[in-house]
């Protein structure tokens, strides 16, 4: 069975807004080696447009910087499943509609033969937290304190247990904290 990752950044205050946190070469390649070694990722509508809107002009376009241009070629890449009620059609090739509820298409992906799934959307970790489903967390917190914007950890419905199966700092002073969260 495929593993479910959820992976996120987030300020030290607990923020996810990506406009808050470092994009370093370093960072950019950390992700770009995790979407090497997964091969869907699962989004919201925010965020699928809001990286439907930026990558694909990059791939287009390089900026002329390794850690970024790699980053959008991966990003390119990979499978992208949307889950949203209002999105009728896709622009980005590589993207398809989710034709189930979360759950029911989180499963069958599962069962599918495959490398790692990737969840990158704070709405979906929460709902997906909610019903137990992440196999994996990789939140890269930022040494940052933005004091305003959305939280991760809103409306989790029971406590969860995790447990720390290692860490990565990088030299911005971010930090990626792998856990695993205990089933109930």
């Not at 965020?47 to 376009?61: C, F, I, R």
């Not at 509609?97 to 929460?126: F, T, Y």
């Not at 914007?149 to 199966?165: C, M, Q, T, W, Y």
Request: proline share 4%.
């Amino acid at each position: 069975m495929r593993k479910l990752i959820a992976a996120i950044n987030m300020t030290l205050d607990g923020n996810c807004d990506h406009r808050a946190g470092i994009a370093d070469d370093e960072l950019h390649h950390h992700y770009t080696e995790l979407l090497r070694h997964s091969d869907t990722v699962l989004y919201g509508r925010i965020t699928y447009q809001l990286m439907e809107s930026y990558w694909p002009d990059v791939v287009k376009n390089p900026t002329g910087n390794p850690s970024t241009d790699e980053f959008a070629v991966a990003m390119e890449n990979i499978s992208k499943v949307v889950f949203s009620h209002t999105l009728k059609h896709l622009d980005w090739e590589s993207a398809t509609l989710a034709k189930r509820d979360i759950e029911e298409e989180v499963l069958a992906l599962r069962q599918q033969p495959g490398k790692d799934i990737l969840v990158g959307s704070r709405s979906l970790i929460i709902t997906l937290l909610n019903l137990h489903l992440i196999d994996e967390f990789q939140l890269c917190i930022q040494p940052i304190i933005a004091g305003k914007g959305l939280s991760l950890f809103e409306n989790i419905n029971d406590r969860i247990v995790l447990h720390l199966k290692k860490t990565k700092t990088f030299g911005s002073g971010a930090t990626v904290f792998y856990y695993e969260p205990r089933k109930p």
